[in-house]
């Protein structure tokens, strides 16, 4: 797991972690706490916690979506991820049912894309701020248009548990 940590010691980690940015759980641990949001600053969001899932995407929809060859997905629980400003200026697509694709209706920007189907809400890593994004597998690369040569699995579709396929393939 990831952690955000501050870049601070001494007297100013305690003021550090006071902030909105870091807070201690029941544990004594701290939890990181994002945000993301679009070009424009319309919309913000703010995101509880570490991704669940990062996973490279290189399914169709999403290229055409981020006009990318690839997608750096970073998955949270639906409830981690909270729209704290601009709510009534995301635009919303569902080319299926699975995946509802929020963008800023000011900048265009992609801001997030609903999962209901596995309650997860996917924050395109690249708009996070201060995420180090590491990836542990590669999904749909049965629509690659760019291998990459990274050593991490490869999934045709996706993983069994998360209802795909399971199949592998060659990086
Ligand atoms: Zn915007
Ligand atoms: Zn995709």
Excluded at 55 to 68: I, Q, V
Excluded at 118 to 145: F, I, N, Q, R
């Amino acid at each position: 797991m990831q952690r955000h940590v501050h870049a601070t010691v001494g007297p100013d980690y305690a003021r550090a972690v006071a902030t909105p940015r870091s807070h201690f759980t029941g544990q004594g641990k701290p939890m990181s706490t994002y945000k993301a949001g679009c070009m424009c600053g319309a919309v913000q969001l703010e995101i509880t916690g570490d991704p669940a899932v990062q996973a490279f995407c290189h399914c169709s929809s999403c290229r055409g979506w981020l006009s990318a060859p690839i997608h750096a997905a970073a998955l949270w629980p639906a409830t981690s991820v909270k729209v704290t400003k601009g709510a009534d200026n995301l635009g919303l697509y569902k080319k299926t049912e699975n995946s509802h694709r929020q963008f800023c209706r000011s900048c265009g920007a992609a801001v997030l894309v609903g999962h209901p189907g596995m309650g997860m809400v996917d924050v395109p890593a690249g708009s996070v701020a201060g995420l180090s994004y590491k990836p542990t597998l590669h999904v749909h690369y049965g629509e690659k248009v760019m291998a990459v040569k990274d050593g991490l699995p490869k999934f045709k579709d996706f993983p069994k548990e998360f209802g795909g396929s399971g199949d592998m393939l060659a990086e």
